[in-house]
């Protein structure tokens, strides 16, 4: 029984990896994408403005 103690935990993290995967691979693209992409776009545009307002500034 000690064999399937030592293999139950690494079959159990494949499992929950394909998993993983393959809610990845179903979500990528269709009806949510334009929202998806909009949700980033803009959570970059808030990084970029936060940056450069933090940014010091120079005066040549």
Do not use: C, H
């Not at 499992?15 to 959570?43: L, P, S, Y």
């Not at 403005?49 to 500034?57: F, L, N, S, T």
């Amino acid at each position: 029984m000690d064999y399937v103690s030592a293999l139950l935990p690494p079959v159990v993290m494949a499992v929950f990896f394909i998993g993983v995967i393959r809610v990845i691979v179903k979500t990528q693209g269709g009806a949510n994408k334009t929202k998806e992409d909009a949700v980033v776009d803009a959570a970059l545009a808030r990084t970029e403005a936060a940056q450069a307002a933090a940014a010091p500034k120079t005066d040549a």
